[in-house]
């Protein structure tokens, strides 16, 4: 897969979602262009991967502009700069993620392989301490860290349906519930309901809140592993199991169906899949965890972050209608 196909299907997603939701008042800009212009403009340079001064050098060229597509006139750098900062922006990036997201649940679907497992990770993205004094120290199961934490939710097949970037010192229950809602948003724009059997997840977001939010927003349990086993032999063991439960209901009642149930233990393997997604965003033609020397924190770093989670939904689109393997993005170079 080349960075031209992959852009004209990136082009051709941007404008349905701006024919969508041109009537929206949160999307209408204050300047001369709009919201989606200047995300062409960014998702054009982060496909081709050139930066914005040197995309300002070759818009000049003869008939550059018309072989990719763009407008005639073009937005400046020192302008693309400053509506970065713009919250529309990111929203408009967000409803762009959603929409491929569901267009290829809805190819994988029409394939005979719909979504029925979703799972929920976060991954660390990693900072200089001595030149990034927006970033945070944080943990996570293999350490101490300087930076940010990515938390991305995706559906069995490593569609990335939702995401959150934040500093490194937030944990999972600050992120969970948005999470679970917009992986919600996104199947039910998908089929149009929520046929899903599990979500699963790792120890960190073993919470009361992470349980009940699954069964009010997606009507499905979650798998997650407990965070700390309790030793049953401890004095007043008994009567502290039976508080807990009452206290967390939802909780105890899906750990015991993932003891219990073959199934389920099944749909909590897939949870390796995330793993492997998160893998190939930092590896594989992504690159997500390289952080620009001039776009540090989070507010400067979440545009980035989603605009390169786009790219890779589009090139999930892309193998899906070319019949190729659905992640197989290694080929995704300039």
């Known amino acids: 897969m080349g960075p031209t196909e992959l852009w004209f299907m990136v082009s051709k997603i941007l404008g349905i979602v701006a024919h969508s939701r041109q009537s929206d008042p949160r999307f209408r800009g204050r300047g001369t262009y709009s919201i989606w212009h200047v995300l062409k403009v960014v998702l054009f340079c982060q496909v081709h991967r050139i930066s914005l001064p040197l995309f300002e050098r070759k818009r000049r060229q003869k008939r550059f502009l018309h072989q990719y597509g763009l407008p005639n006139r073009t937005i400046s750098r020192s302008q693309v700069y400053k509506r970065l900062q713009d919250r529309r922006l990111v929203w408009g990036l967000v409803e762009v993620l959603s929409q491929s997201a569901a267009r290829a649940l809805r190819s994988l679907r029409a394939l005979g392989t719909p979504c029925r497992v979703v799972a929920m990770d976060l991954t660390r993205i990693q900072s200089d301490p001595d030149r990034d004094p927006w970033g ?6 293999r350490g101490y860290f300087y930076g940010y934490k990515l938390g991305l939710v995706t559906s069995e097949h490593g ?20 999470l679970i809602r917009m992986a919600r948003n996104v199947v039910q724009s998908a089929s149009g309901q929520i046929p899903l059997d599990y979500l699963v997840c790792d120890s960190g977001f073993d919470g009361e809140s992470t349980f009940e939010e699954a069964r009010r927003s997606l009507h499905c349990p979650a798998l997650c592993r407990p ?28 750990q015991d169906l993932l003891s219990t149930s073959d199934s389920a233990r099944q749909a909590y393997k897939l949870r390796g899949q995330i793993e492997r997604v998160n893998g190939q965003i930092k590896d594989d033609g992504i690159r997500i965890a390289e952080i620009p020397s001039r776009r540090r924190g989070v507010r400067r770093m979440l545009p980035i ?20 393997g659905i992640r197989k993005i290694k080929h995704l170079v300039a």
């Open 136 to 141: 945070r120290w944080g943990f996570d199961s």
């Open 159 to 178: 569609v990335v349906l939702g995401m959150t970037f934040m500093r490194a010192n937030w944990v999972e229950f600050k992120v969970n519930r948005c």
């Open 227 to 254: 965070k700390r086993p309790r030793n049953p032999r401890a004095k007043n063991a008994a009567q502290i199991l039976a508080k807990a439960k009452r206290r967390t209901p939802h909780r105890y009642r899906n």
């Open 305 to 324: 972050a989603l605009g390169k989670l786009v790219i890779y939904n589009i090139a999930l689109n892309v193998n899906i209608a070319k019949g190729e």
